[in-house]
Structures are given as structure tokens and as C-alpha cells.
């Protein structure tokens, strides 16, 4: 019960620090800081313009599904399904949407033109923002213990001694419960 605790208390502080124990191992060199640095923001400038545009032609379908689940407040095993449905109803409205929209302005091959581009558009939309929030991770790590090295020895030390804990109150058990 103690070693649970001390586990529970272990994962609330890097939770606090919004860190997990593969983070304490980290080293940053500034070479490196710098070209994730640079390379990620050349590649938010490039993909900004297509993502803004994504998210404002995808987002009904994405966030609804996620509202719907959050009121109507399904259990965990059907809210997949619900997330599911709804997406698979509302996502050819948007289809017939670009498509009205392209025929309006541009005739009949614009509409068609608009549906092609609407699916690797949803996709790199998705992919955008799933990349974007580990970056955004990333950062948080970085600034909260990538300057404050005493606080991750502390939080390596501490892990080190509960993984020796835990792994000598295996080699104990093991031989009852094998």
C-alpha cells in the first residue's frame, strides 16, 4: 500500500510538470532545440494557411460528435460509437457543402474539383493538429525541465528507487504467485 502510494504520488508530480519518466532521460543540446525549433515553425508557416482552411470546412464534424458525447454524456463504450455515427452523418454535408460552393462559384468542375481536394485536406488536417498538440507536449517538457535540472535529477532519482522497489518486491512475490 506504501509503494502505491508512492507511485500514485510519483505519477501526480510529473503529471504536474506535464512530463512521463521517459522525459526525465532527456538531454537537449542547443543545436538540436534550435532545429526542432526551426524546422517546426518553417512547417507551421507552409501548412497554417491549409490547416486554417481544413479546420473551418471539418470542424462541424469533428467537434460536434465530441459535444454530442459530452452532453448527452453515453457511457465510455458507446460514445465511440455515437462519435462514430455522427461524423459518418454529418461529413457528406460538408461534401455536398465544398460542392455547392464550387458550383455556385465556379461551375459543376470546380464542385467535383473541391469534393477531390476535400478528403486529403480532412486528413492533413487531422494529422496537423494530432502533430501540433505533441509539439505543443514537447514544449511544455522542455520549459518546464529541460532549464531546471535539479528538479529532474530529484524526479529521476525518486523513479529509480521505485523501480528498484517494485522490482525487488517482484523478485519476492514471484516465486508465491508462479
Not at 40 to 61: C, E, R
Not at 84 to 90: C, D, N, T, V
Not at 135 to 146: K, N, S
Request: proline residues 4%.
Amino acid at each position: 500500500a506504501q509503494l502505491r502510494d508512492e507511485l500514485m504520488a510519483f505519477r501526480a508530480r510529473l503529471m504536474l510538470v506535464h512530463a512521463s519518466p521517459e522525459h526525465l532521460q532527456l538531454r537537449y543540446a542547443r543545436a538540436q532545440v534550435w532545429g526542432f525549433a526551426l524546422r517546426n515553425l518553417a512547417l507551421m508557416l507552409i501548412v497554417l494557411p491549409l490547416l486554417v482552411v481544413g479546420f473551418a470546412l471539418f470542424a462541424l464534424p469533428f467537434l460536434i460528435p465530441r459535444w454530442t458525447a459530452r452532453v448527452v454524456r453515453v457511457d465510455l463504450y458507446r460514445q465511440a460509437t455515437l462519435k462514430f455515427l455522427l461524423a459518418l452523418a454529418l461529413t457528406p454535408l460538408v461534401y455536398v457543402g465544398l460542392f455547392w460552393l464550387g458550383h455556385h462559384f465556379r461551375g459543376t468542375g470546380a464542385g467535383l474539383a473541391a469534393c477531390a481536394i476535400g478528403l486529403p485536406l480532412a486528413l492533413l488536417t487531422r494529422y496537423a493538429i494530432e502533430r501540433w498538440q505533441r509539439i505543443w507536449r514537447d514544449v511544455q517538457v522542455f520549459f518546464t525541465l529541460g532549464n531546471r535540472t535539479r528538479l529532474k535529477r530529484r524526479l529521476l532519482a525518486e523513479g529509480e528507487r521505485l523501480a528498484q522497489e517494485i522490482e525487488a518486491l517482484a523478485q519476492e512475490l514471484g516465486p508465491r504467485v508462479g
